[in-house]
């Protein structure tokens, strides 16, 4: 079985705080993805990342920036936490080559920027 | 650029009746269309992945179905459990090398007993 788990379910931070939201699978996935998904907006990726040390931005990068040192890990950062970055941050992971893959999502966390 | 439009919004069903979810896409060069379910507060479960036109993927009261143009999850006797949002995406020729998906907004599905 696949399995994306992220560190944590829920976080409250105070505006202005540095924030690390960690992403760990287990399926040995090239691909690994941050989403954030508030209502009415669907999920919008944030950054991704194919290989490790490698990034590339998606949508809504601004606020945000990403770490991935390991294959099976990788990292959001949140430099200066705002209250309009309260959502539902996600992550996936997919394996990477010339067929199409899916993407597995980790159970989310819940982040709250007060 | 690579876009999906899921409908409807919201779609509420009694236990038993059967119905269709849309989902239409605009890619260049699909490489794989892909169903998930999302139930509150979780992240989204893989459903099925179809290729190309024509094909049919099953799974208990869900079949997925894909034209060249949209694809369709009929619903056939859903149940209370059935109940949540399922989201559609494609991966078309340009994201396929980094494995990039565009999501659609998702059809909230509520089934009542």
């Known amino acids: 079985d696949v399995k994306v788990t992220q560190s944590s379910r829920y976080l409250v931070k105070r505006t202005g705080e540095k924030v690390f939201l960690e992403c760990v699978q287990d399926?040995?996935?090239?691909?690994m993805f941050w989403y954030r998904q508030d209502p009415g907006l669907g999920l919008r990726l944030i950054y991704f990342?194919?290989?490790?040390?490698?990034?590339e931005k998606g949508d809504i990068p601004e606020g945000y920036s990403v770490s991935r040192e390991k294959k099976e890990r990788f990292s959001l950062i949140l430099e200066s936490a705002s209250t309009n970055q309260t959502s539902m941050y996600l992550c996936?992971?997919?394996?990477?080559?010339?067929?199409?893959?899916?993407?597995?999502f980790g159970p989310g966390t819940r982040l709250t920027v007060t | 650029e690579d876009q999906v439009t899921q409908s409807p919004e919201a779609l509420r069903l009694q236990e038993g009746e059967s119905s269709s979810l849309n989902c239409s896409y605009t890619?260049?060069?699909?490489?794989?269309l892909f169903w998930y379910r999302q139930d509150p507060g979780k992240g989204p479960e893989f459903l099925f992945t179809?290729?190309?036109a024509g094909e049919e993927k099953e799974k208990e009261r869900l079949k997925a179905t894909l034209t060249k143009k949209e694809s369709f999850l009929h619903i056939t006797a859903p149940k209370p459990e059935d109940s949540a949002t399922y989201l559609c995406?494609?991966?078309?020729?340009?994201?396929?090398?980094?494995?990039?998906?565009?999501f659609g907004r998702g059809t909230q599905l509520t089934v009542w007993p």
């Open positions: 996936a992971s997919s394996f990477r080559g010339g067929a199409s893959y899916e993407q597995y």
């Open positions: 179809l290729y190309s």
């Open positions: 399926m040995d996935h090239e691909n």
């Open positions: 890619v260049s060069g699909l490489r794989g």
């Open positions: 995406a494609v991966q078309g020729v340009r994201g396929s090398t980094l494995g990039r998906l565009y």
């Open positions: 990342s194919y290989d490790v040390k490698m990034k």
